[in-house]
């Protein structure tokens, strides 16, 4: 979280790349638990969207489904 907070001035002047993130919900992890939601809000005012990735493509990520650790791409669309 503190890594994107500290990169928003970046991501604009580079054209809002996309962002491929290692996140946790409530149960991810004591030390740093659901980093989920302060990533997605630090993000969303930028017009970004997580979404999930596979070879079947990206779908967007329900905020419930983020439980543990995932990995979720961050997007302008």
């Known amino acids: 979280m503190r890594t994107v907070s500290g990169m928003r001035e970046t991501l604009v002047a580079a054209g809002h790349p996309p962002?491929?993130?290692?996140?946790?919900?409530?149960?991810?992890?004591?030390?740093?638990?659901?980093?989920?939601?302060?990533?997605?809000?630090?993000?969303?005012p930028l017009g970004y969207k997580p979404y999930w990735w596979s070879k079947a493509g990206?779908?967007?990520?329900?905020?419930?489904?983020?439980?543990?650790?995932?990995?979720?791409l961050f997007e302008r669309h």
């Open 19 to 44: 962002i491929w993130c290692e996140v946790r919900g409530p149960q991810g992890s004591s030390r740093a638990p659901n980093t989920y939601v302060a990533v997605r809000d630090r993000l969303k």
């Open 58 to 72: 990206m779908r967007p990520v329900f905020d419930d489904e983020v439980v543990k650790r995932a990995d979720v």
